[in-house]
């Protein structure tokens, strides 16, 4: 019969479903040697069980319960409430209290208790839930312990707990709540000791707060705490708080705040000498548990007791170094407009495919810069790179460069920093013969080799799959990475600041070649924003198929629509749309998410959408009234130049350069197309080989194969074997990641080092950006966080985290852009040039400051945001 209560000494970490999070890690602390855990005893999930488990009017409840919305507050309290008085009332039986008793008195009746709530979904790698149930401090007496241990099973139902269950997917019917008992401390001092720097996430400084008295008035924000930075026995900061009242125990059980003696308000809570005894302590628990952890202190009669400590789970993981140098890595995925966490197989696929050395963190890819900065030349080449790109990044950049203590600057001669490519990439300042042939040659070449691999893949099978696509992927890079793509795209936007620069110097005109990007040939996503206006033209003569489309609720209803009328024509449109732009999805860079041409569902609320903001042939409409703006825009620079002195010769150059503008930025969205067209070809097949896996009782179900790397899978493939506990870790990794927010620069010691725009003169209460596509405009912001939820009208302003291309039918409806992620050269701002939308982006936290529906002023021209 497994035990309705236990002695701390009797309790380890492997006993979380028995004595809760917080029980399990008392019971581990107290067998850490040198370590002070006050003495106790859990009263177990086994006697929660065994108590509630068959109770039928409880079990109603939480059923009903489990039926709520987090956002049903209503609902949540009223039945929240009954459960919390059906536990209240109901008796502890005869045998546990007995077990209960004995406990108590081998520790001492007369003794003042913490009794404090132990459940089941507290304190996990990946949730915290800390505080979620009650504690009750300062108990005596075994009858009002006895009281307490069931108001502690009740607070497993108080609202916030509920509600934050509810959050986090966890069933109320398979929560249980052990109750720990634990002789009170009455402390001198006490607080919170992070073994990871909260605020930086550096791992390297612990932060500690400390107050006076009980840890309750630090918890419950009634005093300011002292702060205490500490790195590697080195007190690095300090901040003295002022602290009127304290929290104590009172002689009548329970807690009382008091005022503080006037000379204790403003001294410092904590010695030097224990500051950095505090620091020993957390960095031997932090060794123990392996992870950096928020551990709960006392300081009493000279000693300190460890009365909690539990996981950091806010704490972006950092990229794994094999070595123990200072490395400085930059995220991948905000270059790459794509900042979601990524599944194992679609790193592992952009980590064979890419050229730079990446690492890989919480889910995203980073690049370790550190080679670049500790070389003067390669220095400046990163900073300029990025401060066009992204300011935020530059600024943090320098930021480390200014510390002076963790870059390691070598000598100029020194190439071994200098991330000079051996590849065959573009110098910035060749020249390419301005032929749009040359553009016509590289995508031809591109989509014969498509063709090419779909005919050949056909054949391949088992172990032979893996191998051609391993040697398929160095014709990818091929192509990728090729000298005259790489010539086609420099040349185009060296000839953007070209014209920039010099009609600012001999015009005073700004961003002019913003307007010159409109409507160029050959933009392969600009081309598919403007084809799914033409399906949208095929689907208008036909209300009935209209009226269909608005209640489709999966990827089947192609195969419906021949029922009506229009539904052949509709479906050939919308196939024809598929076969060219199917491979496309929302974060397509990670080959495991699904793609339109598998959920084709995705893009009926944007076809609806196009119906109802457009009259027919508004695709060729918008293109032409681009085109012309562009060479309207072009004729009156060009006629303004030849009015200067050596006006010809200015006109020449100019003319030239808006020439390569025009041949050549479409090409700029072209080799990414390619490579996600490669992807979906691949991913295709690898989905058989996972039909086979799952025949075979290797995997559940297709979509584990995502969780495993190319190499992994290869190998399951090739002996029919998989460790499947493997696939349930990553798949509990992959929830927890998603929840992360990805630093733009971060560390080797977990340090996220945030950059700040440098702008003055900005109106009051600007949000600010980065310009990349110029013109006011002003409309109503739609805050929309997936493609599929874009319910958007014709004149909206578009909010959003980052738009890669799958967001492009969207730029059809809006005026403006406003985004967290990206750069001049990054997707969003090439489209917007392109549509002649005003856009703003690297707004940090935009998606948040600003909300739905709020009348808002995108400045392209300045960078920033107003809200009106």
């Known amino acids: 019969m497994k035990p309705y209560v236990l002695g701390l000494n009797e309790v380890g970490k492997r006993m979380f479903a028995m004595v809760g999070g917080k029980g399990a890690t008392l019971g581990e602390l107290s067998r850490i040697e040198g370590l002070r855990v006050p003495e106790g005893f859990c009263v177990t999930t086994e006697a929660y069980k065994r108590i509630f488990r068959n109770n039928k009017e409880l079990n109603l409840l939480l059923d009903q319960l489990n039926t709520l919305k987090a956002d049903n507050r209503k609902g949540i309290a009223e039945i929240s409430e009954k459960v919390r008085k059906i536990i209240e009332k109901t008796a502890i039986p005869g045998d546990i209290y007995t077990e209960i008793s004995r406990h108590l008195g081998q520790l001492g009746e007369k003794s003042s208790y913490a009794v404090r709530s132990s459940a089941t979904a507290e304190d996990l790698p990946t949730s915290s839930f800390a505080g979620q149930q009650d504690t009750y401090l300062n108990v005596t ?171 950091i789970t806010t704490l972006f993981p950092a990229p794994e170094a094999h070595d123990h140098g200072n490395h400085i890595y930059i995220s991948v995925g905000h270059q790459q407009m794509m900042t979601d966490a990524i599944k194992p197989l679609g790193l592992s696929f952009f980590l064979l495919t890419t050229m730079a050395p990446m690492y890989h963190a919480g889910g995203r890819l980073f690049v370790d810069v550190m080679p670049m900065l500790a070389a003067p030349g390669s220095r400046n080449i990163l900073l300029n790179t990025m401060g066009k790109h992204d300011p935020l990044i530059k600024d943090a950049l320098l930021t480390l460069i200014e510390r002076g203590d963790f870059i390691k600057t070598l000598p100029e001669d020194n190439h071994n920093g200098d991330l000079r490519r051996k590849e065959p990439f573009a110098d910035p300042q060749e020249q390419i013969e301005n032929d749009p042939a040359i553009v016509s040659d590289l995508i ?30 160095q014709q990818l890079k091929e192509l990728l990475f090729a000298r005259q793509s790489s010539r086609v795209i420099m040349a185009a936007m060296n000839a953007s600041a070209w014209i920039n620069d010099k009609m600012k110097e001999w015009l005073g005109e700004s961003n002019a070649a913003d307007t010159l990007s409109q409507s160029v040939p050959n933009n392969v996503t600009s081309e598919m924003g403007l084809a799914l206006l033409d399906v949208a033209d095929a689907v208008r003569p036909y209300p009935e198929i209209i009226e269909y489309l608005r209640h489709v609720k999966d990827a089947g209803f192609l195969d419906e629509l021949v029922k009506f009328n229009g539904g052949k024509e509709t479906r050939e449109a919308i196939n024809a749309y598929l076969s060219k732009y199917g491979m496309r999805c929302a974060g397509e860079i990670d080959i495991t998410r699904t793609r339109w041409s598998e959920k084709p569902d995705a893009l009926v609320p944007m076809i609806l959408s196009h119906i109802k903001n457009f009259e027919p042939n508004a695709g060729n409409r918008k293109f032409e009234q681009g085109r012309l703006d562009a060479l309207k825009k072009e004729k009156e620079l060009l006629d303004r130049l030849k009015q200067l002195p050596d006006g010809e010769q200015k006109a020449k150059e100019t003319k030239r350069n808006i020439d390569l503008i025009r041949n050549f930025t479409g090409y700029r969205e072209f080799p990414k197309y390619g490579m996600i067209n490669r992807y979906f070809v691949y991913k295709l097949a690898l989905l058989k080989e996972a039909e086979q896996l799952v025949k075979a009782n290797v995997i559940h179900e297709n979509d584990d194969i995502f969780y495993l790397t190319f190499e992994e899978f290869h190998n399951a493939v090739r002996t029919k074997k998989l460790d499947y506990h493997v696939i349930e870790r990553r798949k509990a990794e992959y929830k927890f990641f998603e929840k ?104 940090e936290n935009a998606t948040s400051m600003i909300k739905d529906g709020q009348q808002i002023r995108v400045n392209g021209k300045e960078g920033y945001v107003e809200i009106l």
Not at 455 to 465: E, F, V
Request: overall charge positive.
């Open 141 to 311: 007496g075994k009858k009002a312990i006895i009281k307490h241990i069931s108001k502690c099973w009740a607070s497993l139902f108080t609202e916030r707990a509920v509600i934050y269950r509810l959050l986090n997917n966890f069933d109320h019917k398979k929560v249980y709540l052990s109750v720990v008992i634990q002789k009170m401390i009455f402390p001198y001092a006490s607080g919170i000791m992070f073994t990871a720097d909260p605020l930086t996430s550096n791992r390297n400084v612990i932060s500690i707060d400390a107050g006076f008295g009980l840890g309750e008035a630090l918890v419950s924000g009634l005093v300011n705490a002292d702060n205490y930075k500490v790195r590697e026995g080195i007190i690095i900061g300090k901040k003295i708080s002022s602290k009127q009242i304290a929290v104590f125990a009172s002689k009548h059980g329970g807690t009382k705040k008091q005022e503080l003696e006037p000379y204790q308000q403003n001294i410092q809570t904590l010695t030097d000498k224990e500051i950095n005894e505090l620091e020993r302590l957390g960095r031997k628990i932090e060794a123990h548990f392996g992870i950096p952890q928020d551990i709960e202190w006392c300081l009493y009669k000279g000693d300190f007791y460890i009365v909690q400590s539990r996981p």
């Open 444 to 473: 031809k070449r591109s989509q014969l080799s498509i063709e090419e691999l779909k005919q050949n893949i056909q054949s391949k099978s088992g172990p032979d799959l893996f191998d051609f696509i391993l040697k398929d992927i």
């Open 740 to 843: 992360l927010t990805p630093p733009r620069v971060i560390t080797s010691e977990g340090e996220i080092i945030s950059g700040k725009y440098k702008r003055d003169n900005l109106p009051s209460g600007a949000i600010v950006g980065l310009p990349v596509s110029s013109g006011v405009v002003e409309g109503r912001a739609r805050v929309i966080l997936k493609m599929q939820d874009a319910g958007l009208e014709e004149g909206d302003i578009l909010v959003t985290t980052f738009t890669d291309p799958s967001w492009t039918p969207v730029f059809i409806s809006i005026k403006g852009l406003v985004t967290e992620v990206g750069g001049m050269m990054t997707h969003g701002a090439v489209i917007a040039r392109e549509f002649g939308l005003p856009a703003v982006v690297g707004v």
